[in-house]
């Protein structure tokens, strides 16, 4: 079952304002941080806020051209790759890190993968950053649920959540979105686009006859 929703639409023209938008709300929401918060552990095992950043970055500069020679160097290793950009794109002060992102903060180019991956870039790493932060942010509910359309179509070896999500009903609680057959799990989109990409989310968020017993297997 997929979802139903008027926002369903990967367009360049309708995806390319959402993820410039996004990048501009990061950068205002960290433009107050004191160096020390820098240093915060992410969502993102082994990497701290300022290395997300660098991976936001490296992420937008990233074309279909130079693609695959970094997955060649890389040995075809998504880790490996991802590590060599924040190596590259992290600077000895996060403030100037900040000020590169936003020197590319209205490109429209990335890897030779279908738009709505720019959707979970932005929305994932935007909590994987404001979370452990204490920073909120009300995200746009129905180009979420886009994101999350595509996480749970797509498997955990390229980046999605496909068996994260089998074997149970997704429902957002904030805009149109249903998914998968199974225990009900609902909650917001932002929530649900986390659980499925691997990161935890609190047990307040997510609620149905299958949320208890999805939110045991959590990381």
Known sequence: MG????MASTSPSIVWPVVHEERRALIKDLEPLHPAQWKTPS?????????????????????RLNFMSRMIASRM???????VGVEREKTGDPAQTLVQLEAVLSRTSGPPAGLATRLVEAFVHGEDIRRPLGLHREYPAAHVATAIDYQMRTTTKMGGGKEIAAGWRWVATDTRFEYGDGP?????AIALLLAVSGRPVAESELSGPGAPVFLQRQP
Do not use: M, Q
């Open 3 to 6: 979802f139903n929703s008027s």
């Open 43 to 63: 969502l993102c095992p082994g990497w701290d806020v300022h290395d997300v950043l660098a991976h936001v970055i490296d992420s937008a500069k990233t074309t």
């Open 77 to 83: 290793d998504f880790d490996r790759d991802n590590a």
């Open 184 to 188: 009900t799990v609902e909650g917001p």
